[in-house]
Every structure is written in structure tokens, then in C-alpha cells.
């Protein structure tokens, strides 16, 4: 090894182990993944660090795969399934080095299944900022005090389905799926390979030390769009790309419009922004207003979404009501039902006019094909369902 390691070349090398033994659904998944096993030995570097999250519809989809191979590329790995939050905590503020905590079966602890676990999500979310931390009694009986122990701490996990909203906005979400008959990859043995990753990760380490500098501190361009909180979870990652130079701060940039777009089309949050999103995207296309009726019929007959089956009912007036009343309009008024007349008579409804500040704030940017359909009509009774 040389004395100062080229880090474009490095990045590189480190994506080709990658993509010998991962099939990720997208490039930009392997520029995301190579930057964010770079950004591991660098944390102290960063206020914030992205989770990196390994999810998919069935099993068998190569998330265990890809956090086999990350563990050999990270420093001090810690493979966690079903660790609780006590044992990550204590082993974060140890004195054996800060682990960088790879959870397998995540969806076990979050899934629906699993109930509540609030003390583990807690952990995650504070660890993702460096000024983190995870406060605890410490004694016993009335001589306890409280200390705080620190949380920030690299985390890649893999799981089944969705993480909660509050990890998934902090996360580097990798969409994985099941291998095709002519996607091909290299058995992982790890007594073989192991070794191969481990003297990647310590070129990375040191390449680190070379570059630390220039890092501290540093403040990446965003591509345009990309602020708020997507904006945190790619600020370290850019940072790696435009300190390794040759093409890696195009691709980190192409990899975070990719992901990130992604992340919020397939982005539910809440039931009350799937509610706004479907509402906008495929309800009120095109109209000014629409009778509640009508909007519910249209709504429960959306096949991919939740609304025919609400915890076996469907959505109803009520319930619509309810859910968009908690948004507010550009008047500040929050979102109701107002008379709607009609050839048949007067019906209660919704305008769109009443919806278009909540679509700004709350919703993903429409599909562009969409945009200008999406521009309501001049207000008519012509044509309005009865």
C-alpha cells in the first residue's frame, strides 16, 4: 500500500467487492452503500449519520448477504439480532471502541407482530444525531443517579417490509429483491472473503485519517430539491464522495436524487399523507371540487391502497373528516367539508383549492406527467357527479 491512498480508486474497489457478492436493485444502491461504508470510519467527522437500511417484500431478497459484506468493511462491527437496547447502549459507550451495529431481522422488533418497542426506536433515533444520548438510572435503591450514556453510532439493519416513520426518514433505504434466474453472484465464504473486506476496511481507515481534514467541517452542495431531513442523511455521504473526487461526486449526487425520490414515492408516513398524496395524484385530477361521495368511491376503489380496508371497514365520511381536519388550508383554517351544488341538489364535498396548501407542505412532488393535470379547473357545476 502506498503512503497516500487514491480515493476514488479505493471507493471503487470497495464497490466492485460489492458487486461480486450483492445484486442491489439500482446503481445508485452501490454508490450509496460504498459512500456509507467510507462514512463509518469517519463519524466523528459528521453531526449526523445516515442509517442504512436493507428492506424488502419476502425473505430470500440478499439483505443478511449485503450486511455480511458490510460487516467485513466497517470498523468494529457488531452484528445485533434482537439485542435490546440496554446491550446496544452500553456497548456504544464502551470502552472497546464505538461498534458500528449491524441488525439483522429488524422487522421482529418493528413488525407488526411485535408491538411496541419504544426503547430500541429511541436508541436509533438518538444515535443518529453526534450529540445523542440514552439517559439511565445508575445504582441502587435511592442512591441511583442519572447518566447519560452517548448513542451515536453507525447502523445498517436489513428486515422485512417498513421501518417506523421516524427511522425511515433518518435511513439510506435500499430496496432489495429476490435474485433473477440470470442475476449471478459469488458464494460468500466468509473464511475466505472475510479477510479480503477486513484489508479493504483498513485501507479505508487509513485513507480516512488522509482525508479527515478536509472533511471536518465540510459542507456538501445538495443536489436541488434535496433539503430538510433527506438533506441530513446525505450531507456525510456527499462529503465522501467530494473529498474521494473522480467521478464519485456526480454519482453520489445522480445516487441521492435516485434514492431519495424513491424513498418518497414509495414514502406512506402517515395514513393521513397517503390520504393527501391520493387525493391529489388520483382523486381530484383535474377538478375544483368533488362531493364526498364521490371521493369515497373513488378512494376505496384504488386497489393499492389502504382504503377499502381499514381495520375491515372502509374509509367513511366520518373518518375522512376526521383525518383531513388535522391539516390546515392556505387561510389557516383546518380542512373541512362545504356545500358542493350539484345537478341532483346540494352535497357536502371538498375543494381543491382547500387541499392545495397541505399538498405543498406534506406530499412528495407529483409525477411530472401529472403536473399539469393537476391544475383545477374554473370552478363549474357542469359535469359534477350527482
Not at 185 to 203: M, N, T, W, Y
Request: net charge negative; aromatic share 6%; charged share 25%.
Amino acid at each position: 500500500m502506498t503512503a497516500t491512498e487514491n480515493g476514488a480508486d479505493l471507493l471503487a474497489e470497495v464497490e466492485r467487492f460489492h458487486r461480486r457478492f450483492n445484486v442491489f436493485p439500482q446503481d445508485a444502491a452501490y454508490a450509496a452503500v460504498t459512500l456509507w461504508d467510507a462514512h463509518a470510519h469517519l463519524l466523528d467527522c459528521f453531526d449526523s449519520t445516515p442509517r442504512l437500511a436493507f428492506l424488502s417484500p419476502e425473505p430470500g431478497s440478499g439483505k443478511t448477504r449485503a450486511l455480511e459484506v458490510v460487516e467485513t468493511l466497517v470498523p468494529h462491527p457488531m452484528a445485533a439480532v434482537n439485542a435490546s437496547a440496554a446491550a446496544l447502549f452500553r456497548a456504544v459507550s464502551g470502552n472497546d471502541g464505538r461498534p458500528t451495529i449491524l441488525f439483522d431481522e429488524i422487522d421482529t422488533v418493528f413488525g407488526p407482530k411485535a408491538g411496541d418497542n419504544e426503547e430500541l426506536r429511541g436508541f436509533l433515533n438518538a444515535g443518529h444525531r453526534r450529540s445523542g444520548v440514552t439517559y439511565r438510572c445508575i445504582g441502587d435503591g435511592g442512591n441511583q443517579t442519572v447518566q447519560a450514556f452517548p448513542s451515536y453510532c453507525a447502523v445498517a439493519v436489513g428486515g422485512l417490509g417498513n421501518l417506523p416513520d421516524t427511522i425511515m426518514s433518518r435511513s439510506v433505504i435500499i430496496r432489495m429483491r429476490r435474485r433473477a434466474r440470470n442475476e449471478h453472484v459469488e458464494p460468500f465464504r466468509a473464511r475466505i472473503h472475510e479477510h479480503q473486506g477486513h484489508k479493504l476496511s483498513d485501507r479505508l481507515a487509513t485513507w480516512a485519517e488522509q482525508v479527515r481534514a478536509q472533511i471536518v467541517g465540510a459542507w456538501p452542495e445538495m443536489p436541488e430539491g434535496v433539503t430538510d431531513r433527506p438533506a441530513d442523511v446525505w450531507e456525510p455521504l456527499l462529503a465522501i464522495a467530494d473529498a474521494a473526487g473522480g467521478t464519485w461526486p456526480q454519482r453520489a449526487r445522480a445516487a441521492c436524487l435516485t434514492l431519495v425520490k424513491a424513498a418518497q414515492t414509495g414514502d406512506k408516513h402517515s395514513l393521513g399523507i397517503r390520504l393527501l398524496t391520493d387525493l391529489r395524484d388520483q382523486v381530484l385530477i383535474g377538478m375544483d371540487r368533488l362531493p364526498t361521495v364521490a371521493i369515497l368511491d373513488r378512494l376505496n376503489a384504488l386497489d393499492d391502497a389502504p382504503w377499502a380496508d381499514l381495520q375491515g371497514k372502509p374509509l367513511d365520511s366520518r373518518r375522512l373528516s376526521r383525518m383531513l381536519s388535522e391539516y390546515m388550508t392556505a387561510d389557516n383554517e383546518p380542512v373541512a367539508s362545504r356545500n358542493i351544488r350539484t345537478a341532483g341538489g346540494v352535497l357536502k364535498g371538498y375543494y381543491t383549492g382547500d387541499l392545495t396548501d397541505a399538498w405543498a407542505r406534506y406530499c412528495p412532488p407529483p409525477p411530472a406527467e401529472q403536473l399539469q393535470a393537476q391544475q383545477p379547473l374554473q370552478p363549474s357545476s357542469q359535469g359534477m357527479p350527482a
